[in-house]
């Protein structure tokens, strides 16, 4: 009997498997990415050169060891040319990142923000919605103050010339790093782009603010931004993870200015915690600005995170300086502004 044996030829290697190899490669073999490599890995990522089963395997090797500050420097490199975002200098004072979502309390952050654009303060707000189920997302809220969010960055430019204020939702500049945020519902856990899109700042404004929910993540933010040459930014542990100081507690901030790193403790702002309200009702937003109701707690959480971003802006020296602009800022506001829908 004749048996023909066929050879099989060995297939090649596909070009990401090296990626995924060094961080998968057991306790001892894997390691982090260099800058480069996290450079190189996310671009083939961005420009759809990786199979659906490596992004999975990808994001879930990275998410169980966490970034490190050069990966993320890389993965933010990586995007930044994927998306085409040059950034137009000059046109942005402030960008803030709004990925979390709010589950416990009003998003009281963005009145924050408006609080400084009616100032003078040119803030671009960035973010994405709906991947959290039971989450009160920025772009769903701006409604409640009789604002639209921008459909493109053109037209994010054209709501900071006319308002100095802008919000752009994540899958108008980077359609793809928004599909992998998507993705949550299906690996149940975040992945390292909800991390890397806080840090992108498309309009590569001077001043940054970040928010995040792990502390562990406050000094990989703040080396990152060393790292990528950020001349000012700020990072916080949020409320729900917003960019937003909650004022029943301290708040450490660390910042990086032209370089130096540095870390600063704001102390609470009331000596008792407030009793967190039942309901969430997003149309108290316009009513509180418009001085129709008073909630305690939210306005010294909008003038407390107002502070925090006047300091980082250098409008401020010292903390007892940037809370009182902030509650100037408060008092002196035009209360006929954002009646909502």
């Known amino acids: 009997m004749n048996f023909t044996h066929h050879e099989q030829t060995p297939r090649p290697e596909h070009p990401f498997a090296q990626y995924i190899r ?6 001892k073999g894997s390691r982090p990415f260099t800058r480069d490599e996290a450079y190189q890995a996310m671009k083939m990522i961005l420009a759809d050169e990786v199979l659906p089963v490596q992004l999975g395997a990808f994001l879930m090797l990275m998410r169980v060891k966490e970034e490190t500050p ?12 994927s998306c085409h975002l040059a950034g ?18 009003l998003p009281w952050f963005l009145l924050s923000a408006l609080l400084l654009a009616e100032n ?14 039971g989450r009160l997302y920025t772009q769903d809220m701006l409604k409640y103050l009789g604002l639209e969010y921008a459909s493109s960055i053109e037209q ?14 994540l899958e108008h500049f980077c359609p793809k790093l928004h599909e992998i945020i998507e993705l949550r519902p299906i690996m149940g856990l975040r992945s390292p782009v909800h991390t890397l899109v806080r840090m992108i700042n498309p309009f590569n404004a001077e001043y940054s603010i970040q928010g995040i929910f792990h502390p562990g993540y406050r000094p990989v ?26 004022p029943d507690m301290e708040c450490l901030v660390q910042s990086v200015h032209n370089g130096e790193l540095s870390d600063e403790n704001w102390p609470a702002l009331f000596s008792r915690r407030h009793v967190k309200s039942g309901q969430l009702d ?21 003038t407390g995170t107002a502070a925090i971003a006047l300091k980082l802006l250098g409008k401020a020296g010292s903390q007892q300086q940037a809370q009182q602009l902030a509650t100037d800022y408060w008092l002196g506001r035009d209360k006929q502004k954002y009646a909502g829908s």
Not at 70 to 81: C, D, T, Y
Not at 120 to 133: C, D, E, P, R, T
Request: glycine share 12%; net charge negative; hydrophobic share 40%.
């Open 282 to 302: 997003p149309r108290q937003l316009a009513l509180i600005w418009q001085g129709t109701i008073e909630d305690e707690f939210g306005e010294a959480s909008i």
């Open 120 to 133: 003078g303060i040119s803030v671009f707000m960035h973010g994405a919605g709906g991947h959290s189920a």
């Open 221 to 246: 933010h703040q080396q990152a931004a060393a790292l990528l040459q950020q001349p000012h930014a700020a990072v916080l542990k949020g409320e729900g993870g917003e960019t937003e100081r909650n």
């Open 156 to 169: 994010a430019k054209q709501q900071l010339e006319q308002q100095r204020f802008s919000y752009l939702p």
């Open 88 to 105: 137009d200098n000059n046109i942005v004072d402030l960008d803030w990142s709004s990925y979390a979502g709010k589950r416990r309390h």
């Open 22 to 27: 060094i961080l998968g490669k057991g306790k």
């Open 70 to 81: 050069e990966e993320l420097a890389g993965f933010v490199l990586a995007a930044r040319e």
